[in-house]
Each structure stands twice: as C-alpha cells, then as structure tokens.
C-alpha cells in the first residue's frame, strides 16, 4: 500500500526553484532512501512534505489525504515524524524534557508513558541520562535524542534528515542498526543520507536527486552496484 506519494512537486526558495517536478511514493514498511550531493534538493524534500517549505505546484498526498499546503503542526498530527539535519535538540532542557515535548500531540499520559519506555528500550543510553541537559551530550547521544523524541508522537512515518553526519564510523553503525530494528518493527523510514553506500545497503528503494530533479531510481541492491552511482557517490 502506497502511504506516500509526491507528484510532479516544485518547490522554490524565494525566487530559487529548489524542487523541479519531484516525484516518489514511499509504501508501507519500506525503507527508501534519498541520496544526492550537497543542495541537490534532499532536505527540501523532507522538509516540503512536513510543511516547513512552500510547494508551489504538485501534491504530496500522505495516507490517502492530500497534505500539500498542510503546516507542520498538522503533517505531525498525521503521523508523520521529521528528525532534521543537525539534529535541533533543545541543548538547555534535559533529556525527559526534550523526548516528553516529542509527544505534544498526544494527550493521553498511559499512552505517553508507554511511548517513553518504548523509546528508552530502543536508547537505553539516554535511560542513564534522563536528567541530563540536551547541549552537554556528545554528538551521537544528540542524535540519538532527536530520533527518540520524534518517536515520541507514535509516527507512522519516519523521516530522517542526515542521521550519520559528524559520527563516529560506530556510532553510524549503531545508529543505522536502530533504524534497520525500528523498520523491522513496522515503521516505514524516508531516508535521506549523504552516506549512500550505507543507505543503499539497508534501503528497499533509492531515488538519486540531482538540482531538484530525480535522475534515477530503483532497488537498493541494484543502485549500490550502478557504475555511474558507484563514480559519483560511492567511491
């Protein structure tokens, strides 16, 4: 079942045209991944299905409601979970703080409670760390945070902005095993990774975006052996 699907979308920057004419489709339980080079249009994409940038034209259609000009207090509300590039912890508050803000759409405090151990089962890292302030924590416990608090608000859809950036090789390690373990459970990840050999690897499908425009795309397993990707991102 397709739970996502992009048709033809522009988006601009002003008067900079970010996106030409995207489209993907993302199917329930897929891991499907996004790879390009820098400000070839990855994160605008993420960022255009969560409703923090404006789509001029096209549609963005998310569980069947069409989701296109919908700000990003209502994308959430649908299910739809965004980690953005540098993670965008709150550094001043502490970690209970910042994963308790992840479920503000939720009211029920069982459900809540049921959530903050789920996501502490998955990080028992930031278990140790409850009261710990946000800004003090190194970079992949950070990263760890961030993932942990979208959790928080019982997405349906993960979508995760540069998970590996600035990481230590296995801290990546790690961090890519959660995303394979959370996909394995039911979530359905859109990915976007600078590291494509690592994306590819545990992605059902990939899409290659260059200048706002997709120029290939198909299964992981058969991208990641693509001689033109392996010359362009891979080597």
């Not at 970010?18 to 390009?36: F, Q, R």
């Not at 998970?163 to 801290?171: T, W």
């Amino acid at each position: 079942m397709t739970l996502l699907k992009l048709t033809e979308v522009d988006t601009f920057y002003g008067g900079i045209q970010a996106l030409k004419g995207i489209t993907i489709d993302v199917e329930e339980g897929e891991i499907v991944t996004l790879i390009g080079s820098n400000g070839a249009g990855k994160s605008t994409t993420l960022k255009s299905i969560s409703g923090q940038a404006p789509v001029k034209a096209g549609s963005i259609v998310y569980k069947g409601t069409h989701i296109t000009k919908f700000p990003p207090h209502q994308t959430a509300r649908l299910g739809i979970a965004h980690v953005p590039e540098g993670r965008k912890i709150f550094p001043k508050m502490t970690v209970k703080e910042n994963l308790t803000i992840g479920a503000f759409s939720l009211s029920n405090k069982k459900v809540i409670e049921e959530n903050m151990t789920r996501v502490l089962t998955y990080f028992p890292r930031l278990k140790e760390r409850l009261t710990q302030k946000g800004g003090t924590m190194s970079g992949g416990e950070q990263q760890m945070l961030a993932i942990g608090r979208a959790l928080m608000m019982n997405p349906t859809m993960l979508m995760l902005d540069e998970p590996s950036m600035g990481l230590a090789p296995i801290i990546v390690e790690q961090i890519f095993e959660i995303i394979m373990e959370l996909n394995k459970n039911g979530m359905t990840i859109l990915l976007v990774e600078q590291n494509a050999y690592q994306a590819l690897q545990i992605a059902h499908r990939g899409y290659v975006i260059q200048t706002g425009e997709i120029i290939l795309q198909g299964k992981g397993s058969e991208l990641i052996h693509n001689e033109k990707i392996k010359e362009a991102y891979l080597a």
